[in-house]
Nanobody, 122 residues
Framework: VQLQASGGGSVQPGGSLRLSCAASGFNLAYFAIGWFRQAPGKEREGVSCISAGTGSTYYSDSVKGRFTISRDNEKRTVYLQMSNLKPEDTATYYC????????????????WGKGTQVTVSS
């Protein structure tokens, strides 16, 4: 099992980025995948989650309406489209898998990828 996040970078406030989480070693459709972030000196927080199967999506209040999570099973990739970025979105972003078959939520993650840095500043 491997998860690899990419797509981070530096943008100005109001800008956009799309993060990708490339998955290998398992069938993406069968597990919930989540995006998390951690800023320096702060605890890690959940940002968004997409469930197994139907792909129900969930967002933290801080990103709702600005971020969109999606999944391409054929490409084995989960995306996080981030728009209207704010300085408080600055963090290292990680993707992770809930390894329970058919998982619907991102409350107990088992596999983590290396993070990708997102910096929002003017």
């Amino acid at each position: 099992v491997q998860l690899q996040a990419s797509g981070g970078g530096s943008v100005q406030p109001g800008g956009s980025l799309r993060l990708s989480c490339a998955a290998s070693g398992f069938n993406l459709a069968y597990f919930a995948i989540g995006w998390f972030r951690q800023a320096p000196g702060k605890e890690r927080e959940g940002v968004s989650c997409i469930s197994a199967g139907t792909g129900s999506t969930y967002y933290s209040d801080s990103v709702k309406g600005r971020f969109t999570i999606s999944r391409d099973n054929e490409k084995r990739t989960v995306y996080l489209q981030m728009s209207n970025l704010k300085p408080e979105d600055t963090a290292t972003y990680y993707c992770a898998r809930n390894a329970k078959m058919g998982s619907q939520f991102c409350d107990d993650m088992d596999d983590w990828g290396k993070g990708t840095q997102v910096t929002v500043s003017s």
